[in-house]
């Protein structure tokens, strides 16, 4: 989709607003997502008047055991509905994709798309059968005298079926059927006209490596919060604390999904805010690099602070202070993955040596994205639970998310940095 964006919108002035779209968009996603999937997870909890043992759906038949625990399969599966709107949403997307979706590769645009003209068949025959629009046809004309004079009579029409203001003749002659022109011989190709296939060398430069590298080191720590808040703040908080201490401590916040669901939308609406008022102007100002910047240095901040929630109160008149503090957290990460994520997307595509190798440098920043998000929430979720196990809850804030988001911070400051001065200089040389 990156390479697509790059691909439609031809002038670089214009993609800094193209790009903010694809996490809009993704914001705009994951508030809805996060909502649906706290009250869908535990039907016969969330929703007990559907699932619930006198919902509308539970029409079990049997003793009244198992009519008082709700709906059978609900209560088996608890978290089946999540995964059945997940497989519905990325069946859409494919339907989206495989019939009205086209090509933007260049020299491949105009090519046939079987998938899209099924799509276009399917879309008329729905617009004129559901709502019985007439479909709209063209006449063919051999000649434009035949609008206004009678080919057999010869006589002026006084009634024409076609009604022309003004009719306005081209100083090129019109072709008629007898006149029909010859076909014309394709184009010699010369060595110097055909796109010749760039090299990796060419395309895989210090410039590119370096963005490919902060590319990938931000979904590294960004997946794995993602993966590993929800199970904190759901984790059961440790009522005690009696032997703890700066760095030693456990539990987590201990409340429930819906709660997490709503929360977490919340601070999404509040991204989606800043990625349509703030980064604009932000970016305008101090650039994308200075960007990107800011949100390096508030990310090693938000995991390092993340873990002391636990030991805030969560009752009596202080317990303002841990809906305060997580308020303080999960804006400070919102508010800077909505400034790194396009800022890494706009960086990478400048970086591309040539507009026409875009897909072969955003395909392997997908990888490299790709692998980073299955490696992040598994090593982060392992390094979680070996801290629970051993009393330290804040051990995968401290040593992993903290010790990724400050080696990508010094990447960007250091190596990106010195490049992106280096090819200022040589374009003002």
Known sequence: ?????????????????????????????????????????????????????????????????????????????PYALP???????????????AFWLRETLP???????????????????????????PRLSYMPLSDTEDLLFDPL????????????????????????????????????????????????????????????????????????????????????????HAHATLLVFTGGLGLHSAAIGIWLSIFGICGILLQLFIYPRLQARIGTLGVIKIALVIFPVVYLLAPYLS?????????????????????????????????????????APTKSVLGTVHGAGNMLASLARAVGPAVGGAVYAAGVREGVVGAVWWFYLVVVALAAAGWCFGVQGRDIVDKKEADDH
Request: charged share 20%.
């Open 1 to 77: 989709m990156r390479t697509m964006t790059a691909e439609v919108v031809k002038e670089r002035r214009f993609q800094t607003k193209a790009f903010l779209l694809l996490p809009l968009v993704f914001n705009s996603g994951m508030v809805a997502s996060l909502a649906f999937g706290g009250m869908l997870a535990e039907p016969i909890v969330n929703l007990p008047w559907l699932f619930g043992p006198d919902g509308l759906l539970n029409w079990s038949v049997g003793d009244s055991s198992s009519r008082a625990k709700g709906v059978q399969w609900a209560a088996d599966y």
């Open 83 to 97: 995964a059945l709107m997940n497989a519905s949403t990325l069946g859409f997307a494919f339907l989206l994709a």
């Open 107 to 133: 020299g491949k645009e105009d090519e046939r798309d079987v998938g899209v003209v099924i799509g276009q068949a399917v879309f008329n025959w729905v617009k004129q059968t559901v709502f019985r629009r």
């Open 153 to 240: 009579e010869g006589q002026r029409r006084t009634e024409s079926p076609v009604e022309l203001d003004e009719v306005k003749y081209s100083q090129e002659p019109v072709a008629t059927a007898v006149e029909s022109p010859l076909p014309s011989s394709p184009p010699v190709q010369t060595k110097s006209s055909r796109r010749t296939k760039p090299a990796l060398r060419s395309i895989f430069t210090r410039r590119t490596m370096a963005a490919l590298v902060s590319f990938g080191l931000l979904p590294l720590h960004n997946s794995a919060f993602m993966h590993i808040f929800p199970v904190y703040l759901s984790t059961p908080p440790d009522a005690t």
């Open 311 to 351: 030991l805030l109160p969560d009752n009596g008149a202080l317990s303002c202070l841990r809906w305060l503090g997580l308020g303080i957290i999960v804006g400070g990460q919102i508010m800077a993955r909505t400034m790194a994520i396009p800022s890494t997307v706009i960086l990478l595509t400048e970086a």
